[in-house]
């Protein structure tokens, strides 16, 4: 069964970047559209961005648009999420989840857990202010 590894968390100073990456094993991403999601202290899981098999349709929480980039690397089955202008509210666990079709849906259908049926362990980010 795949298995979804994250990295690149972290601690860092608002305004700064850090770059999360997604990476599988036992299977592939490639043919699947991707998400990522966090959790901080306290609340309950939310969606942040999600992306389409080829990287061709991206979507994004508000919270996170014109922030954050979600991307992929199909060649070496990794999906990113570059994380620019952070802020402390942006202190979260961060999961990156496959999801259960390879084409692309509503956007209300990629920004719900229930799409996605492979989750990573998560990558701590926190943001210092």
């Known amino acids: 069964q795949v298995q979804l590894v994250e990295s690149g968390g972290g601690l860092v100073q608002a305004g700064g970047s850090l770059r999360l990456s997604c990476a599988a094993s036992g299977g592939t991403l490639r043919n699947y559209c991707m998400g990522w999601f966090r959790q901080a202290p306290g609340s309950e899981r939310e969606f942040v961005a999600a992306?389409?098999?080829?990287?061709?349709?991206?979507y994004y929480a508000d919270s996170v648009k014109g922030r954050f980039t979600v991307s992929r690397d199909n060649v070496v089955n990794t999906v990113y999420l570059q994380m620019n202008s952070l802020k402390p509210e942006d202190t979260a666990v961060y999961y990156c989840?496959?999801?259960?079709?390879?084409?692309?849906?509503?956007?209300?259908?990629?920004?719900?857990?229930?799409?996605?049926?492979?989750w990573g362990q998560g990558t701590q980010v926190i943001v210092s202010s």
């Open positions: 989840a496959r999801g259960l079709q390879n084409t692309w849906n509503s956007e209300s259908y990629m920004s719900r857990e229930t799409s996605y049926g492979n």
């Open positions: 992306i389409s098999v080829r990287g061709s349709i991206t």
